[in-house]
Structure formats: C-alpha cells, structure tokens
C-alpha cells in the first residue's frame, strides 16, 4: 500500500516519515517537499517542488489510489510574518493537500493539529487550525484521524520563535510530572508512531461510512505506546 506525506522535512512529519519506512503496511512512500529530505529506506520516493502551490498535482499523481496521506505541514506566525500569511501557509495549504489527496483516491487522511484547535477560538492560530479540521473533515474521506499534541518536544532543525521554545522547555520539565496536564506535552515521536500506527491498524470498513479519529495528546502516548509493544 502507497503512503503520501508533507511536512516530511519538520519536526514531527520527519519522525513520520521514518515510523513509515519501519512499517511493514507500506510500501511505497511518496515525500513531497521544497527540499532533500533525509530517508533511510528505498521505498522512499522524494519528490521536491519548491513551489507548494503545484504540491496539488504532484498528489493527484502519485497518490492516484493511494491508501494513506499524512500532513504534518504547518508553520508558525513568526516563521510566515504574521497571521494572515500563517493562514495562507497553514491553511491553505494543507488543505489544498487534503482535497487533491481526496480526489486521488486516499483512503486514509492523517492531519497533525494542535491541543485547543476550534474554529471559534479566540485565538488566531487555533482558530484557523479548528478551521482546517471542519473542513478536513467535510471532504469525507472514509477515515480521517486528527491529532491534536501539546507543547512539541524534539530537536528541530531551526528555531520557529520565542513561544514554541518556550513551550518546548517548560514541556520538557513537566513531561514527566504531575504538571504534565498544564500543557500536555508530547514528545514529535510518540505523534508519529500514534499516526502511523492509528493508520495502519485501524482501517474502515466500506460499510461503516466516513469515521473520524480524533486523539490528544495523552492518547497519543497510550497509542505510541501500543505501536512500539505491538
């Protein structure tokens, strides 16, 4: 089975993308990006567009009948220069993804969220990630998982602003303690091996409609969990 993916080149898609190369469900992996990306398995196939905007076509190409997609795309305010571009990034393009994704075929869509998406959040970001997942979501693919992590922990290969790494330190310190439900840190591994794992594992019947999977973050780990015993 053929496996699509963005966002391959960010912290939690490139965990994603290895977590695929492991599985023995997938064969073929389909990594669209804007630039190399680091892979260990020849099942990998790299296709580099710089231009996202043609990302659409690539999908509809590749994926033609594909049974998974992945989108750990996004970007952050202060990285895209202020919110109305960060919608333009993360919105758009993502779910330009989605819909060519779903007009290929894919069986499976995988979007990587956040903790307190909601289209009627007062907060910009959150905001539009909720917009995204009710939009995701209305394409009805015949299963779409979301997952929604807190505060990211991993090596990332630059900083994305003041916030995210304030967020990823203060995560670090209470991962392992009681004040973990303050802001439900997870580590970008744990989303990986939950989204590949949720994927591959729990596939729809055709008689069972559209389902929609939506997990936080400490179902993540309780499935990251599972994926690395099963």
């Known amino acids: 089975m053929s496996a699509g993916i963005i966002g391959s080149?960010?912290?939690?898609?490139?965990?994603?993308?290895?977590?695929?190369?492991?599985?023995?469900?997938?064969d073929k992996v389909y990594a669209i990006t804007r630039r190399a990306v680091d892979k260990s398995s020849d099942k990998v196939e790299n296709?580099?567009?710089?231009?996202?905007?043609?990302?659409?076509?690539?999908?509809?190409?590749?994926?033609?009948?594909?049974?998974?997609?992945?989108?750990?795309?996004?970007?952050?305010?202060?990285?895209?220069?202020?919110?109305?571009?960060?919608?333009?990034?993360?919105?758009?393009?993502?779910?330009?993804?989605?819909?060519a994704a779903r007009e290929a075929g894919v069986s499976t869509y995988v979007l990587v969220s956040a903790t307190g998406a909601s289209e009627s959040s007062f907060f910009p970001y959150m905001k539009s990630k909720g917009k995204l997942e009710n939009d995701v979501i209305a394409l009805k693919f015949p299963h779409t998982i979301i997952l929604r992590p807190g505060a990211l922990i991993g090596k990332r290969e630059?900083?994305?602003?003041?916030?995210?790494?304030?967020?990823?330190?203060?995560?670090?310190?209470?991962?392992?303690?009681?004040?973990w439900c303050l802001l439900q840190p997870t580590h970008a591994e744990e989303v990986a091996q939950a989204a590949v794992h949720l994927a591959t594992q729990t596939a729809p019947a055709a008689s069972d409609g559209e389902k929609v999977t939506i997990v936080g973050s400490r179902d993540i780990i309780k499935t990251a969990t599972a994926a690395r015993g099963h």
Do not use: C, M
């Open 158 to 179: 630059n900083s994305h602003g003041f916030l995210n790494s304030l967020g990823e330190g203060l995560g670090r310190l209470v991962y392992p303690t009681p004040l």
């Open 47 to 99: 296709i580099i567009e710089k231009d996202s905007a043609n990302w659409p076509e690539v999908i509809k190409d590749k994926l033609d009948g594909g049974r998974f997609f992945f989108s750990a795309f996004g970007t952050t305010r202060a990285a895209a220069g202020g919110i109305e571009n960060f919608k333009k990034i993360d919105y758009g393009v993502n779910y330009a993804a989605a819909k």
């Open 9 to 26: 080149t960010g912290l939690v898609g490139n965990q994603v993308l290895k977590a695929l190369e492991k599985n023995d469900s997938v």
